[in-house]
């Protein structure tokens, strides 16, 4: 018999519970055990709609109040001595002292770095491992969850995060790099957990080692090899090693050699798995194939799957198969149902976490079916693959998917479309004397804090209950109010502030064709922060300007330079749910046809600096090196067509954040932007090294506050930072500015943090 599992949950609410509950807590509005209720209530919810659908193997410890990689150092007590060091009143203000920093009258700590889970928009913070922790197991979140499951009648599949992952995804202190020394202490640990969770009951273990589908050496494989001999060696519960984000098939050696009891495979982003060579395992064992996406929205093609999975059923030397999505369904929002101005045809083709589950039962009852089957007890069955099948067929014939216009523009890309004029070097001579600008030139990266008010409105307009004149009389008074702050604090290059805009991504995508909007189809980006992913349906174009009128209006308001704020190509791309039925590349490169029109008329209305951010350049980067090269060409492609129509004068810049920049240094410096600013200040400076190390050749502007943090840095720290800067790159090439946007901040603290920036950046000049 075929079973079905699922490896996750989104934990945020259907309605974003949590991080309503998260922020009131953080703000004093509720207390502790009021926060631990939502959390619960979430999580039976949760389990309930899995055992509904007739899930077999039902995720626990899936959920987190902030991020799964922190609780797994929690849980290994892997806390940096600046944590130990102290006198928090209670685990949970400790846990989120690590998550967000916190400063009080007492207390003044920087958080964890924070950077992307492997290809993912997903945020995880980094565990900081030393020779100084004292590494010891706190089971009691994973062990409550699995008791807080039982006592609704699910023997639950337990979600830990493997000890290989972890520390490939850990910063490790110089003073003690050795891998192996970390395992030897890490490995007793889990064998520790896995013998506590038989003693409870537990029958499976699903342990998390999406490391497996990237590049190790080989003594990253000998080390995996010996962890888990020594971990399962005397392991009395069943061991589901779990895989995702890309095929395995390259690591099958290793695996093999492994002792597990069953292995999950990502059938959707690692095809390649489908062709495993089962004879080399020498033990019989549960082969769970990933085959519904996790991470994106469209339907399953139920017929497709059935029959690729029927091949696998009946092999002898598989115990069970068993029908999953390809991973957890964190990336996925949860409730289809609850969108009520999708249009009715394009929502027919899409698929939430709930649907989800649902084709993956519906994939095993096929699966299961035997002749001796009453028709009546299959009619459900069947009346899903027969509607699945009609819509699968409708949108690949919809008008409403294809452009003749738009594709034939994106066939006819030349060289001229992807360059600039001059070099740099050039340019930069041009721009100085155009611009007129200091050096150490502060600016920020764009957004400014979006209020409750400011919230409220755009909610108060889109609800019909304020009026288009009102609402933006509203707007304007924000932009003017801004733009005199920024002129108030002494910041040399200003921004608008973006107070018109829901989100960097959702804001484009609204005035773009090819693109749909949900209502609540909101995923978890790190922490409390969720973010409603545009949906790209169709070929895209620009119908209209998007941003001219908000920035001349700003540039009214004042004689300094006002940067046009645009959203890069890539980032659109890989910030949306994209559409599967044509290659990634296509699809950028028709966004960024769009972004360079827009830039066209910025140019045209005398805006001489603009703003191009891809943040998620790095993170769209495949696993795999040998799958990095194509998708940089064509991602550096798309950022040179969207930024290089305009004159050597035109000051182009860019921004990233969070990721490992060393990787894809070449790409950056190819992206040929005049300036780039980057994320900086949560690592100390470190990311900047892959920049002097490389000899990054134009402007750069590292960021010398963290802006995810609520605390507010002090003059001399962010002096601190700037001394750093100065002695590794040329002073006529920096700029200074804020790790990221304002958005999430509060005014009391921008205020501050900015008359703090400018202040260290006056001093060096």
Partial sequence: MVASANLGFPRIGANRELKRALESYWSGKIELEALQQVAKDIRTINWQLQLDAGIDHIPSNDFSMYDQVLDTAIMLNAIPDRFTDEQFDTSEELYFAMARGLQTDDIDVTPLEMTKWFDTNYHYLVPELSEKINFSLNPDKLLNEFNEAKQIGITSRPVIIGPMTFLKLSKFDKSMSNQKEYLDKLVPLYSELLGLLNKQGCEWVQIDEPILVTDLTEEEKNNFQDAYRSMTSQANVKIMLTTYFGSIIHNIDLITSMNIDGLHLDCVHGSENLEIDLSKFDNSLVLSLGIVDGRNIWINDLQRSIKLLQSFVNQSNLKDVVVSPSCSLLHSPIDLSLENKIDEEIKSWMSFATNKIDEVAVIKNVLNLNENQKSEDVKSEYWMIDTNTKAIQNRSQSPKVNNPVVQDRVKNISYDMKNRESDYTQRAKIQKDALNLPILPTTTIGSFPQTKEVRQKRSQFKQGNLSLEEYESFLLNATKDVIELQDDIGIDVLVHGEFERNDMVEYFGEQLDGFVFSENGWVQSYGSRCVKPPIIFGDVYRKNPMTIDWITKAQSFTDKHVKGMLTGPVTILQWSFVRDDQSRQTTCEQIAFAIRDEVDDLVSNNVKIIQIDEPALREGLPLKASNQVDYLAWAVDCFKIASSSVSDDIQIHTHMCYAEFNEIMDAIIKLDADVISIEASRSSMELLNAFSNNDYPN???????????????????????????????????????????????????????????????SEFR
């Fill in 699 to 761: 402007e750069i502007g590292p960021g010398v506050y963290d802006i995810h943090s609520p605390r507010i840095p002090p003059v001399s720290e962010i002096q601190e930072l700037i001394s750093t800067l100065v002695s590794q790159l040329p002073l006529e090439r920096l700029w200074i500015n804020p790790d990221c946007g304002l958005k999430t901040r509060g005014w009391d603290e921008v205020k501050v943090s900015l008359k703090n920036m400018v202040t260290a950046s």
